[in-house]
């Protein structure tokens, strides 16, 4: 197939791009700099609502990763206003293009978040269940509905909910390795809270499994089988790099540490399942945290 990828300079769009160029896809990346010269790049800009059209005619699918990173910095209000737009007006920009093309492709794998459900403490959360509240919660619901365009044009559109992905490449394992490996790691909060994570190559592997199977539209839960409290998470990585984990950091300390971010992200409990992967026959290579992070980390 020939396949657009917003967001490729990312964690997982790195990933991706590998993953199908190997399989002997074309990729092409929607980029925000200049294309350089001899490369399959595209060029746009969605803070001024500009894309380049003839880089999308005879694309077989589209996969939309692009977003400003909610877990760097405070939460201020400039930061939740880039969150927010950075999701939105680029998903509608991206989706109103490709309605106005006369062949439209196939598929738009649109990235989406856990953070749709909202704080939801242990209540099993599918991808029929309701949205919760809070901020990430409505972007989540605006990220969404700005796919309309391209639903209405007759794409098949999939609204991949991603959960905490785990890598020691990027993201949130990256970022506890190295006060876990000092043994100053230990549980947040309460360690109560449900954690609903997916290895890379797991995410990976959903994002391709869901451009080629067409029973699958709307939203797809890409977490692990097994989501696990922060506790269990906690303990779990300590047991993998023979740390001890004795370090806990009280919720008052992380909202003093890191504002609104540490209620949405480090102490909300979201126990999301795949319900859709798993009854239209994905098989996760890394169903179980253990064997994850033993794989991620190089550890027998």
């Known amino acids: ?102 062949q439209p492709p196939r598929v738009l794998v649109s990235a989406s978040a856990i953070g749709y459900y909202g704080d939801r403490g242990d209540e099993i959360l599918r991808e029929e269940s309701a949205s919760g509240s809070g901020f990430l919660a409505q972007v989540c619901r605006e990220w969404e509905a700005a796919t309309e365009s391209a639903i209405q044009k007759g794409i098949r559109v999939v609204h991949l909910r991603i959960g905490v992905v785990l890598s020691p490449l990027g993201g949130a394992l990256a970022k506890m390795l190295l006060p876990f490996r000092m043994g100053l790691g230990g549980i947040i909060g309460s360690g109560r809270q449900f954690m609903s994570w997916i290895a890379l190559e797991d995410l990976v592997g959903s994002i391709t499994y869901a451009l080629t199977t067409d029973a ?51 102490l909300s409990s979201g126990r999301v399942e795949p319900a859709r992967l798993s009854t239209t026959g994905y098989v996760f290579r890394y169903p179980t945290l253990e064997g994850a992070l033993r794989h991620l980390l190089g550890k027998k």
């Open 1 to 102: 197939m020939k396949i657009l990828v917003t967001g490729s300079s990312g964690l997982v769009g790195k990933a991706l791009g590998a993953f199908l160029g190997a399989g002997g896809h074309g990729v092409t990346r929607l980029v925000r700099s200049r294309p350089r010269s001899g490369t399959a790049e595209v060029h746009w800009d969605p803070d001024v609502g500009s894309i380049d059209m003839s880089g999308l005619e005879g694309l077989d699918a589209v996969v939309h990763l692009a977003g400003e990173s909610i877990a760097t910095g405070r939460w201020t209000a400039e930061k939740k206003a880039k969150i927010r737009e950075s999701r939105v007006k680029g998903t509608r920009l991206l989706c109103e293009s490709l309605a106005r093309l006369g």
């Open 216 to 266: 699958i539209r709307g939203p797809v839960n890409a977490v692990a089988p097994h989501p696990v409290m922060n506790r269990e998470f906690t303990k779990t990585l300590g047991r993998v790099l023979g740390r001890p984990t004795l370090f806990p950091m009280p919720a008052f300390a992380a909202r003093l540490a890191f504002g609104e971010m540490a209620d949405e992200l480090l």
